[in-house]
């Protein structure tokens, strides 16, 4: 038995003083009606109306039920209609997770912005270099830089692409002298990202194909902002995301290496946890990181 049905019910029974009545309003067939009604009031253990052939009367337990059933029937309307009417509004509590150098770099800067045009959404960034678990944090919404997201219960939707590019500084070029071709990178004291697939072996792709080198990087960090001021500081040579390399690029503070090479171009991916996570809080943040990306 349906107790929201039956209360809806027994609501329309009671305020149209007829079961026919009540009947016709629902859609259904008066005995349907009564033999509802009579199921409530059996698992309630009892009576609610007293019916006669001629009229039809409200118990003391039956008005108890009626004021209650009015109060629980209105708080869902209210409900429902809170959730159709803010479903399409931009607030609440937002929990995004990020890369630290794509949080600290591309996130970051937006958010004044963002902010400043939702002012009633919360918003919790949390900024992680492993993969963080979206359901046990309770994140709305992650963003993976990856070649291929791999299957799971996430959906995954690509919102940009990342160049990844090898650099050095000018001194350490100007001091030690870059590779003239990618098999001489083994030669070269390369700083290595700790959590990269390419961590030991490079994939470049350029004018003359693909070439795999083999590496084992002396020092190895798990952060990239940290590799790319080792670079700048002329501690060796690297690869490095556009958005991370972009600032230092265009000071003159890196300069690329072998820039007919580069590595494959990895996308990133907005992850949530399921499809009903796209609501409009999401939605918004999603719109507004897009266009940061396509500037």
């Known amino acids: 038995?349906?107790?929201?049905?039956?209360?809806?019910?027994?609501?329309?029974?009671?305020?149209?003083?007829?079961?026919?009545?009540?009947?016709?309003?629902?859609?259904?067939?008066?005995?349907?009606?009564?033999?509802?009604?009579?199921?409530?009031?059996?698992?309630?253990?009892?009576?609610?109306?007293?019916?006669?052939?001629?009229?039809?009367?409200?118990?003391?337990?039956?008005?108890?039920?009626?004021?209650?059933?009015?109060?629980?029937?209105?708080?869902?309307?209210?409900?429902?209609?809170?959730?159709?009417?803010?479903?399409?509004?931009?607030?609440?509590?937002?929990?995004?997770?990020?890369?630290?150098?794509?949080?600290q770099t591309v996130i970051a800067p937006i958010l004044p912005r963002f902010l400043e045009k939702y002012p009633d959404l919360k918003l919790t960034l949390s900024l992680d270099d492993r993969v963080v678990d979206m359901v046990e944090g309770g994140f709305d919404l992650s963003i993976r830089i990856r070649a291929v997201m791999p299957d799971s219960a996430l959906v995954a939707r690509k919102v940009g692409t990342m160049r990844q590019r090898i650099f050095a500084s000018p001194d350490y070029l100007e001091d030690v002298g870059g590779p003239e071709a990618p098999e001489e990178i083994p030669d070269h004291r390369v700083v290595g990202f700790l959590l990269a697939d390419h961590l030991t072996t490079w994939e470049l792709h350029g004018p003359e194909g693909m070439r795999t080198i083999e590496l084992d990087p002396p020092v190895r960090v798990g952060n990239s902002l940290v590799l790319r001021d080792l670079l700048v500081a002329g501690h060796g040579i690297g690869t490095l995301p556009d958005?991370?390399?972009?600032?230092?690029?265009?000071?003159?503070?890196?300069?690329?290496?072998?820039?007919?090479?580069?590595?494959?171009?990895?996308?990133?991916?907005?992850?949530?946890?399921?499809?009903?996570?796209?609501?409009?809080?999401?939605t918004a943040f999603l719109e507004h990181l897009r266009a940061a990306l396509n500037r």
């Open 243 to 282: 958005f991370v390399s972009a600032e230092a690029e265009a000071r003159g503070d890196l300069v690329r290496v072998l820039p007919e090479w580069e590595l494959p171009s990895p996308e990133i991916f907005a992850v949530t946890a399921s499809r009903l996570g796209m609501d409009a809080k999401v």
């Open 1 to 103: 038995m349906d107790k929201l049905s039956v209360m809806h019910a027994f609501r329309r029974i009671v305020e149209r003083g007829s079961f026919a009545r009540a009947a016709e309003d629902l859609g259904v067939s008066p005995a349907l009606l009564s033999r509802e009604i009579k199921l409530l009031e059996e698992s309630l253990g009892s009576s609610l109306l007293t019916r006669t052939t001629r009229s039809m009367s409200v118990t003391d337990a039956g008005r108890v039920y009626y004021d209650e059933a009015i109060n629980i029937l209105d708080a869902v309307r209210n409900v429902e209609t809170h959730i159709r009417e803010g479903a399409g509004a931009v607030r609440g509590h937002l929990k995004v997770n990020a890369s630290s150098s794509f949080g």
